[in-house]
């Protein structure tokens, strides 16, 4: 056996250049940990010229040619996206390599693949940095409560949706300006669709959602829904029933056991100002996982970043590292359960429903008896009153996701209704 | 080999019974994530007779022959205390059995002999249940973290500690009153010592501090105070400087490299309402993590109960299945930094001092006086009024421990000082 266990880097930006730094400037401390010194074989870049912080005789253009090298152990892919990171990978775990990734984009489109090239060759491939930056989440889903029966994962997991959500929340400023501010600030890229319209986040949810359940959940599976609909009314209307507005990721568990099913969603959602996720700030990630036996868990810290994804990275590159001195590999993939995903039409959600109405005499009885015919009751009501014009405020029990949006349907052909101000779903309350 | 792997299971109290259950309800599931059924081989009791969740057969009241038995491939404890445990894990480590543990004082007295055991054994042993009960948080330091460097873990392990202190915020009462109601309540053991007196406590933070800093910790390296001389007046005084009283475990990593130390220590003390471990109620444990590149990270969940720490028993027990159908270990003990304890004089704390005094010219110069002449600078100052008397309530910046208990001594013994009203350590002010 050699004397060193070499690594091939794929990508060198925000995250690769920290890798970099921390596999240099903890060395000794990495050696000590592996029982055996972590060497960087090379690093994959596009532009040789802009990376003055690697040894120039490391940087190569040619990354098909590094992760199939012979004096490669282990392959770090932090590019991200789905090819050329897909072909390289497969190359790479076909040639032998253990694989650290954090794309979580090709994860959650393939991830079935990239587990069945790591079984056929006998390696790892180990992804804790593609979900909640920094938070070790994957690695208790997937060994910590290995003996137990996760029913439910909820969880702020995008930053830069928080990022636009909180300033919404704090100057009341519409969707557009926040996102200005959020691109000046450098919390959101020059295309932001990846997070703004959910992608991101129902990526981290396929992943979360199939460890969890032990299932194969890909991003098609995921009903996805981005917070470019959200508006000023929105915040303020979830300001009135002492909610704030965050996007979740939501896994669950639902139907007897023998038929169960699983549902998984990303959507804005109004949350009760005193629940802990209400007072996640930007750069924060925070998730909450319901076990049977465990109870209720939270992990929390910073969701994104480099030096905090390359913590997660560089975690997984001494578990891979140490495994491979061993000879053995960590736990593969779990997709024994092999489960049906619940269509949203059919998911349990409740409704936030502010409606403008005319302020006549039995536009309550109306709109209660819509909500009645598609069998969903309401919590609560409050109606304010103003000039010839009224708001009616409704919250709902729970109720099949698509009766609740039947109901509100209805409700925006009625004559008496103006607008509705603001529809929006309700997580997180009490009586859930 | 065999086509099951066969547990032996010392204990069936409050987590045992638990594990047992769990084992029968989730054996379809467990059996596919390990790749093997899991089955109960036997399980040790002191009174067979009391136990009938459990197939007669299966009981024994002789452990150590349970132990050392062909059939036997993974011991589990849930007895706790020193002995029999040790000899009984020695034995079965001996005989090439895994161990799955949940015994805190054991490993913090004397971890190291184990791991050399089950090192030279080629078998694991694992304790995911010893600390913080289902919150996975040691398999997070050991291997999430285990490419990053850990300065400090702060958090709350203790739920009958964290359950009297809050009765005594909660209602005024003094410690002897709500202890008594903790003891009516199941809250706190007939013999509440190992709780009150932070055993229970500093045994978890020997073990966190071990895992976080590469290092091996015992019970006697770590500074140890109960909350038995908490009172009431400390919670007033808490108060009154926006505070909370907890019973914290603080391990921190001081010093520059090179010259690095680790200090350990469990103590109340006083932190800011608004920290997030001030909201951390009753049978809950929360636990911060800082590292360098990570950031903060933060730990919630049920810290006790059997349920709770079953599922983290199970998960133990997956992975060590796992390990052993594979051939391989998980990763042992890593104690390479074998860092120095800092004395408890030497570490940088921060004291609340509320002092009676004479309400007569001079004192808070002389008191000021008392702290300057022990290099301790304050950096808050309260003098209240009343009568002939005044409170004079300081917050003091980070100093020497010795230094700030040197101080409170040579006030005391000032004649206008008529009575130390309360002394406590001040944690997780943002000055910190």
Partial sequence: MADALRVALLGCGVVGSQVVRLMREQADDLAAR??????LAGVAVRRPNRHPEVDAGLLTTDAPELVTRDDVDIVVEVVGGIEPARSLLLSALGHGKSVV???KALLAE?????HDAAARAGVDIYYEAAVAGAIPLLRPLRESLAGDRITRVIGIVNGTTNFILSRMDATGAGFEEALGEATALGYAEADPTADVDGFDAAAKAAILAGLAFHTRVTLDDVHREG???VTAADITSAKAIGCTVKLL???ERTGPPGSEQIAVR???AMIPATHPLAGVG?????????AQAAGSLMFYGRGAGGAPTASAVLGDLVAVARNRINGSRGSGESAYADLPVRPMGEVSTRYHVALDVADQPGVLAAVAGAFAENGVSIQTVRQEGRDDAATLVLVTHAAPDAALSRTVRQLSTMAFVRHAASVMRVEGMASD
Avoid at 110 to 114: F, H, Y
Wanted: aromatic content about 6%.
């Fill in 34 to 39: 592996v029982g055996m010194p972590l060497e």
């Fill in 101 to 103: 990734t954090a794309n």
């Fill in 110 to 114: 393939d991830g079935a693949t990239l």
């Fill in 227 to 229: 917070i470019g609909n």
């Fill in 249 to 251: 990721a939501i896994c």
């Fill in 266 to 268: 990303v959507h804005p």
């Fill in 282 to 290: 930007d750069a924060f990630n925070a998730v909450f996982v319901d």
